[in-house]
């Protein structure tokens, strides 16, 4: 009777690692495009909520508040229209944000007592070019956010 060793060979180890590598290569791509739109659809999550709670403290106070960008675009906050007026609210973004306001050039919405608002429009965009576009309708401060492009 001839004794069998059990185990593997060398050639079985390296086709299952060669397999396993190609995989990876297949698997790695989808799934970083995958972060980075995630990061850029909760970062307009994030400025929707923020324009929705300026809009609310601008009615629940009876005073005006604003959104504006910080940092040149890397942020925004929610202050006070005064001239001091009081820092409510900062966010930063990741860093593969940008923050971009198109037809305002106060880089910011405006949020009145009634929580009235201009019209306003920015995008946000990542490095690899993805962008969303964030529109505040004018009266009603509606907030529309387009889908990636």
């Known amino acids: 009777m001839s004794k069998r060793n059990k185990g593997f060979t060398l050639i079985e180890v390296i086709l299952v690692i060669f397999i396993i590598g190609i995989c990876s290569f297949v698997v790695f791509p ?3 495009k995958l972060y980075e739109r995630k990061i850029l659809e909760s970062t307009a999550q994030k400025i929707q ?3 929705l709670l300026a809009k609310q403290l601008s009615m629940d106070e009876v005073n005006s508040y604003c959104v ?3 940092d040149n675009g890397k942020g925004f906050r929610i202050r006070e229209t005064d001239l001091m007026g009081k820092t409510i609210f900062i966010e ?3 860093p593969s944000i940008k923050f971009y306001f198109q037809n305002n050039s106060n880089h910011k919405i405006v949020y009145n007592h009634k929580g009235m ?3 306003g429009k920015f995008t946000i965009m990542d490095t690899k070019n993805h962008k969303i576009k964030i529109e505040t309708l004018i009266g009603t401060g509606r907030i529309i956010i387009s889908k990636i492009y």
């Open 117 to 119: 608002t201009s019209y």
């Open 30 to 32: 989808t799934t970083s």
């Open 68 to 70: 504006e960008s910080i």
């Open 92 to 94: 930063k973004f990741h």
């Open 49 to 51: 909520s923020t324009l």
